[in-house]
């Protein structure tokens, strides 16, 4: 079966740094992306990777290792806002995104 | 309309009534998506379009149906609601040919069935 395992919960403090970890088990692979959701809000993308390695967009970084099926979602200088939940997605060979079930993500001051 | 737009917002439905859930897009993408949401459960896809007058089954299609007569549009129709299918539901779409599948979400449509 298709599997992705990302932490349900996870807590940190306005300005420090988070990693939050996505595995996946998935027949085949084309890219695995994360979204970032608010309460109550449509998902919105932040993040796609394809190749192993890391992709670096601002406060927010994302890598991929293929061979381990594992990627994480680096969040930087958190703030406020950055509460919500982070979702892992992937790519399979059907060209059809295989969802976690999201971490939500609680900062605190 | 920019980007996608979904109605209605929010919902009640008696159960074992007809209801049909709309979604459209002005962005051209050739791929739109139904996804079913609920607390600790990952997004589901229900049907998906890859072009127009063509439709698939996603991971959870039963008791729903779409139709995808043009482009823009993508109607999601629950024939008779039963009370498991209260959830929050997204339409997506994407452009295939961008390499990424990128999706981009509508705001969602909040159903209860009592």
């Known amino acids: 079966g298709q599997n992705i395992d990302q932490p349900t919960e996870m807590t940190a403090t306005e300005g420090a740094i988070v990693q939050i970890n996505c595995t996946y088990q998935?027949?085949?692979?084309?890219?695995l992306f994360w979204y970032q959701q608010h309460a109550g809000e449509a998902p919105t993308f932040l993040s796609y990777n394809v190749l192993d390695g890391l992709e670096e967009k601002g406060r927010f970084s994302s890598f991929l290792s293929r061979s381990k099926g594992y990627s994480y979602l680096l969040l930087k200088e958190l703030q406020m806002k950055d509460s919500a939940s982070y979702l892992c997605a992937v790519l399979d060979s059907n060209y059809q995104l295989i969802w976690g079930a999201g971490t939500k993500l609680i900062i605190k001051p | 309309i920019a980007g996608i737009t979904q109605a209605p917002t929010s919902q009640i439905l008696a159960a074992g009534r007809r209801m049909t859930l709309r979604c459209t897009q002005d962005m051209r993408h050739n791929a739109m998506y139904w996804y079913r949401q609920d607390l600790g459960l990952g997004l589901r896809l229900i049907h998906y379009s890859n072009t127009a007058g063509t439709t698939g089954k996603g991971e959870v299609p039963d008791g729903y149906s779409v139709s995808r007569a043009n482009t823009d549009d993508f109607p999601l129709t629950l024939a008779s609601a039963v009370p498991s299918q209260t959830s929050v539901y997204f339409c997506?779409?994407?452009?295939?040919?961008?390499?990424?599948?990128?999706?981009?979400f509508g705001p969602g449509t909040r159903l209860t069935v009592l």
């Open positions: 998935t027949s085949g692979f084309n890219g």
């Open positions: 997506a779409s994407s452009d295939l040919s961008s390499g990424t599948n990128e999706q981009f």
